[in-house]
């Protein structure tokens, strides 16, 4: 399949497909893609079916160990390097070994950020256990990711506010890049604010079709906002085939909440790879 866009898309949250069945049960995904993991190669399959070029594939860790560890993740980033990048996760309950797993995996393995996803940890960004990951960031040059907005699993949502939260630690560390995923939802108008008022906040909308992306959303990366918004998808939550045909037929030009040209091209993958400094390699070459 030729892609849909002239551009390049980066997916900035994408998940390993697996035994995570507990963490999506709640957010109306197909359970065959639970089934079993997909190897590197498959995965390229799919990403190629959309017209997807580059993802950031994402670690995830919980109390009592991983979901998908960092090591599985660096299995397919050394499979293909210039079109899966890692990104970290760790245990924050153990900071003095979160940090030296941080180190490492940017360093030896070329993982491009750390996410840590609250709600697993009932904890917010704000909580101690996070700050030294912060500053090691920091050092590294490596953005920190992680998720605002309520929860689909059936956790405290709480932890997702982007106001008091994402906006004290852009407060207390304005130069740490800190990309908030899921838009927020249902405080977008937070998120949105947050990141207009802090240089080093930014969005990404995984999680969610482009058909439902709020308003205020929109105007912000139409205007101000136009190298602060990222798309994601939250694979395999939403298939890459589905988030990509939504973009075209929501956003594209011509349409009622468009975005325009040169927003649209950032938003799909400009924003992602000068923010995470993946590459300017393109593995997808549309058939113009």
């Not at 309950?93 to 709600?119: C, I, M, N, Q, T």
């Amino acid at each position: 399949m030729a892609p849909v866009f002239n551009f390049p898309v980066v997916d900035v949250w994408a998940n390993p497909v697996g035994d995570a069945r507990r963490l999506f049960e709640q957010s109306h995904v197909d359970a065959r893609m639970f089934t079993k993991r997909l190897s590197p190669k498959e995965l390229i399959s799919l990403m190629d079916d959309a017209g997807v070029d580059k993802i950031c594939l994402a670690a995830w860790y919980r109390p009592g160990g991983p979901v998908f560890s960092n090591a599985e993740v660096a299995k397919f980033t050394r499979a293909y390097p210039k079109r899966i990048y890692g990104l970290a996760s760790v245990d924050l309950h153990d900071p003095v070994s979160a940090v030296k797993e941080l180190a490492f995996y940017v360093k030896e393995e070329g993982f491009k950020g750390l996410r840590v996803v609250p709600w697993l940890w009932d904890l917010p960004p704000t909580d101690a256990h996070y700050w030294p990951l912060y500053v090691k960031c920091i050092e590294l040059d490596v953005p920190f990711l992680t998720q605002v907005g309520h929860t689909g699993p059936l956790c405290p949502s709480e932890v997702g506010r982007p106001i008091p939260y994402i906006d004290r630690i852009a407060l207390k560390f304005p130069a740490l890049k800190i990309i908030c995923g899921h838009i927020g939802h249902p405080w977008t108008a937070e998120m949105v604010a947050v990141a207009w008022k802090h240089e080093n906040v930014y969005i990404d909308t995984s999680a969610h079709l482009a058909k439902y992306y709020p308003p205020e959303l929109i105007q912000f990366a139409n205007t101000v906002g136009k190298k602060k918004v990222m798309f994601g998808t939250n694979f395999p939550q939403l298939t890459w085939l589905a988030s990509i045909k939504s973009v075209a037929e929501h956003l594209a030009k011509g349409k009622v909440n468009s975005l325009r040209d040169e927003v649209l091209e950032d938003f799909m993958g400009g924003n992602a790879r000068r923010v995470l400094k993946l590459g300017s390699e393109i593995a997808l070459r549309p058939s113009l």
